[in-house]
């Protein structure tokens, strides 16, 4: 017969609850998306792109810039409101067919008021991971722009199944449909 302590069931009892609620995170850490917002990306002068490996900014067309760099900082571009520069960036990439690259793609062109070519570019970028979360954000506020709030709500459903209604996504998605948009 198994006999346990009662130090070790006040260790076991310590333990279930921060357990617990890491399990609980991990599920929307992973379905959040790619880009990290605690993360800042520097200002770097035109024509150069912050390489991670270095952390130097470096001439936008050196060879020793990933596409994953290049992609990183056309969306940092992007959120700085410099949206041709940002497409203008990502037409250089040796691989532009990744989900990132065509959600950021299609972020840039929606701000620059290209609506319709914007929701064709998410939608690719959904058809390589249709788990991305940043991209359904994106897509639901397009669909916003379009008029069709059923279907904001529609990606607000998904998103919430990935990771949950307190991830960014989903608040900031849900802030947009109530009419307070923050991106």
């Known amino acids: 017969m198994n006999h346990v ?39 770097c002068p035109a024509g150069q792109v912050y390489n991670s490996a270095t952390k130097q900014c470096v001439p936008e067309k050196t060879s020793r810039l990933s596409d994953q760099d290049k992609t990183n900082y056309a969306y940092h571009l992007a959120k700085k409101g410099e949206y041709q520069a940002a497409l203008n960036l990502l037409d250089t990439l ?26 064709g570019y998410y939608q690719r970028s959904l058809a390589l991971n249709p788990n991305y979360a940043k991209v359904r954000e994106y897509l ?24 949950g209604q307190n991830c960014e996504e989903y608040r900031d998605l849900q802030a947009a449909i109530n009419g307070h948009p923050e991106s």
């Open 140 to 163: 639901g506020e397009a669909w916003l722009v379009k008029g069709r709030p059923d279907l904001a709500q529609e990606q607000l459903k998904t998103i919430a199944s990935l990771c």
């Open 5 to 43: 302590s009662p130090s070790q069931r006040s260790i076991a009892r310590r333990l279930a609850i921060p357990v617990l609620l890491f399990s609980l995170h991990v599920p929307q850490v992973f379905a959040a998306g790619d880009d990290d917002s605690n993360r800042k990306t520097p200002d």
């Open 94 to 119: 040796k691989n532009g067919n990744t989900a990132e690259a065509w959600n950021y793609r299609g972020y840039a062109t929606r701000k620059l008021g290209r609506t319709d070519e914007g929701i």
